[in-house]
Every structure is written in structure tokens, then in C-alpha cells.
């Protein structure tokens, strides 16, 4: 029973995507495998001086495949409780810094 991802979506409803980086993956040794901790980074307007605000929030996220590193820029999409802390999977990668 091959289903595409658009059948998935409608199936499962609609799951919020955030796109950030990663902060911390699991080469480091004493990491939890497949685990990536990704810093998402929101704009919104101070309710009261109407000034911009920049707020960072980290998510632990799944990486199945352990593929993504440090630095990359990813979509993560919700997703049900994955173990104490996960709450989110890595979709795709979107951006991967150059090496120096």
C-alpha cells in the first residue's frame, strides 16, 4: 500500500513545519543517536512599543539516517512523541555551509 507524501499530509492533517539549524547533531560522542537539537529563530512585535523581537527556541528533532551536521539549515515537521524530549522529525535539508 504505496502512498504518496500528499496523501500522507491529508491523511495525518496538517502538522506544523519550522525551518532552523542545527545546534548540536550526534557525532559528538555521548549524544543521544538519531537526535538533532535544531534552533528555530521567530520575529514578532512587542505588543506594547511595537519593536521587533527575535526569539530562539531549541527543539530536539529525529535524523533517522544520522545525515545532517552542525550548521545545517533544516525543515523539521511535528510528529507524535518520539521519546521524552522529541516531539519533531528532520523533513529536509536546505541549506549545508561550505567547508573551509
Known amino acids: 500500500m ?6 500522507t499530509k491529508t491523511a495525518r492533517g496538517n502538522r506544523r ?6 545546534v548540536s547533531d550526534t557525532t559528538k ?3 543521544a543517536k538519531k537526535t538533532v537539537a535544531v534552533e528555530v529563530q521567530r520575529r514578532y512585535r512587542d505588543p506594547v512599543y511595537g519593536k521587533y523581537i ?3 527556541k ?6 533517522e539516517k544520522e545525515e545532517y551536521r552542525t550548521g545545517d ?3 523539521i515537521e511535528e510528529s507524535r512523541p518520539l521519546s ?3 516531539r519533531w ?4 535539508l536546505i541549506e549545508r555551509p561550505e567547508e573551509v
Not at 513545519?17 to 542545527?22: A, D, F, V, Y
Open 89 to 92: 522529525i528532520v523533513i529536509r
Open 84 to 86: 521524552a524530549t522529541k
Open 2 to 7: 504505496a502512498e504518496t507524501t500528499q496523501e
Open 58 to 63: 531549541k527543539h530536539h528533532a529525529h535524523d
Open 29 to 31: 560522542p555521548g549524544r
Open 54 to 56: 527575535k526569539a530562539r
Open 73 to 75: 539549515l533544516v525543515e
Open 17 to 22: 513545519t519550522l525551518t532552523g539549524r542545527i
